[in-house]
């Protein structure tokens, strides 16, 4: 089961990763089940029921970082969060916490 907590922290001067604060690592699968929903509603271009992009729109670069840690008998299992520009942590972190997410850290 997550702690769902994310920790806010800069990536670089364009990025900004939500890294997701478990006991990890976990299956490529439970990670989008807990990020993607905030992915979607986050992006204006994406459909939040099921992330596809709308006709017309050009996503906006909000997405989800997975990072390999290792194999083992189940798969492949991973590390991650979200990675988002500046100016879109905040709605983010409000997106989280209407999730039940606990954000910690700042830019």
Not at 26 to 31: K, T, V
Request: negative net charge.
């Amino acid at each position: 089961m997550f702690l769902r907590e994310l920790e806010m922290r800069p990536h670089s001067p364009e990025s900004v990763r939500f890294h997701l604060r478990t006991g990890g690592p976990w299956a490529e699968a439970e990670l989008e089940r807990e990020l993607l929903p905030i992915v979607f509603a986050a992006d204006p271009a994406l459909d939040a029921s099921d992330g596809r992009l709308l006709p017309g729109h050009r996503a906006s670069g909000v997405t989800t970082t997975l990072f390999v840690v290792g194999p083992d008998s189940g798969g492949l299992h991973h590390l991650g969060g979200i990675a988002c520009a500046p100016h879109q942590t905040s709605l983010i972190a409000q997106l989280a916490a209407a999730r039940g997410f606990h954000v910690v850290g700042n830019v």
